[in-house]
């Protein structure tokens, strides 16, 4: 459960703490970095500048790489109960004729699980046990301290001064247009626009509970995944396309289709009877560095994703776990040592799923019929087991986060 609290409640909480952190923004890696702490023993401030959790949700897809959140956390079987398990994968021709079907289950079920979820129910399983949070609240200034930490003027949304407090670290989880980034950093992230966006939208669960469908027509994307009880729904195309509507948009992606079926019908359905599906630009941005004088990126602030391969929630979770687990071995002495082998070890995981991802794009986000077809004969050879297998062996190689931070220690 989220605990709205005073600012002034949470800077008391943490006075004695070994390690005085900041967590601005409450997105899937602010609540990951934040819960893990607090496990550990601290009291991190976290605040969000939005006056609620009101984010209309979408579904995510979450590797086995995540698992051990959840397990350190002790919410692993709630996660298990509030999610459901993705064993299979459905490629869909442009104009709508099942391609092929891949078995998920085999690919990953040796590493952990791979479930589908909805973001709200993520919410509430990370936040299970309690999570204090200040909203309507974000950073106005970060300045050195002049013992290694920073102080911080915290103001609301409109702007004016809250309150102020000083941390040994700060940490900019707060999404892929972040502020902290443009505050900690002088050097403009890297972005890429696809060019599209598309609306998510919720239906009813018609049966193959465990099965997440894909069509890449010509000009549009149809993508329907299962979560608990339902399917998230996400229709996509070029933006200037969609400037018609969400009903316009999906009576001509109906016009384009020879073979639909009521799973994917009732996805089409559910664009238009929402009455404001949630609208996602798709774009992605990577951050040069994410250890910055100031404090740390991390999240969508340091390596916003595409969702082209699924991914993205997931190692924004992944690199918060690392963290807080890296952090549990350092003072204010070696935290600095310890953040910098954090960001050697992580940066280039993160980036490679990233790099994953575009890759993905460039086959999806194109028209035109002949790319289709090109793209079919593709994907009649190429299994989610080959598209996927760099994401795989990361899953498979995932560091040890004490090893490296006892290491760095030692070093001292």
């Known amino acids: 459960m989220l605990d709205p609290t005073p600012l002034d409640t949470q800077l008391a909480a943490q006075t004695e703490d070994r390690l005085r952190v900041l967590v601005v923004g409450a997105g899937m890696a602010g609540l990951t970095v934040a819960q893990l702490l607090r496990h550990n023993g601290l009291h991190p401030v976290l605040v969000d500048r939005m006056p609620r959790m009101e984010h209309p949700g979408y579904m995510l897809a979450l590797m086995p790489l995540v698992d051990q959140v959840f397990i350190d956390l002790g919410i692993r079987e709630r996660y ?26 085999e690919l990953l079920s040796v590493y952990g699980d791979y479930n589908g979820i909805g973001r709200g129910e993520l919410v ?77 939208a919720w239906a009813d669960d018609l049966g193959s509970a465990d099965l997440g469908e894909e069509l890449w027509g010509d000009g549009f994307f149809l993508g329907v995944y299962p979560v608990k009880d339902r399917l998230g729904v996400f229709l996509g195309g070029p933006i200037p396309d969609l400037r018609v509507g969400p009903s316009a948009f999906v009576d001509d992606v109906r016009e384009r289709l020879d ?17 404001a599906p949630c609208f996602w630009h798709l774009e992605d941005v990577r951050s040069e560095r994410w250890v910055l004088p100031g404090g740390v990126l991390i999240g969508d602030a340091a390596a916003g994703f595409l969702p082209t391969a699924g991914i993205g929630a997931g190692m924004a979770m992944e690199a918060a ?32 799923a990233q790099s994953n991802s575009r ?32 994401i795989v062996k990361l899953v498979a190689a995932r560091p040890d986060p004490d090893a490296a931070a006892e290491r760095v220690v030692r070093a001292g």
């Open 259 to 275: 073979e639909v079926g009521p799973r994917l019908s009732a996805a089409l359905d559910a664009v238009t009877d929402d009455p």
């Open 124 to 200: 509430h399983v990370l936040t299970a046990n309690g999570c204090p949070i200040t909203y309507g609240t974000t950073v106005g200034s970060a300045q050195p301290d002049g013992a290694g930490g920073s102080r911080v003027e915290f103001v609301d949304r409109d702007g004016a001064v809250v309150g102020t407090g000083e941390f040994d670290l700060v940490i900019g989880a707060d999404g892929m247009h972040s502020r902290m980034r443009d505050l900690l950093s002088s050097t403009p992230a890297q972005r890429l626009d696809t060019g599209w966006a598309g609306w998510v």
């Open 321 to 352: 776990w690392m963290l807080a687990r890296m952090l549990s071995h350092a003072d204010r002495e070696s935290l600095t040592a310890v953040l910098a082998e954090w960001e050697r070890i992580e940066k280039p995981r993160v980036e490679s």
């Open 359 to 390: 890759m993905l794009a460039k086959l999806m986000f194109r028209r035109g019929r002949a790319v289709a077809w090109l793209r079919e004969t593709v994907m009649r050879l190429l299994s989610v087991r080959a598209a996927l297998g760099p």
């Open 80 to 105: 298990r109960e509030e999610s459901t398990p993705l064993r299979s994968y459905r490629f869909r021709a442009h104009r709508g004729k099942p391609l092929r079907t891949d078995s998920l289950g």
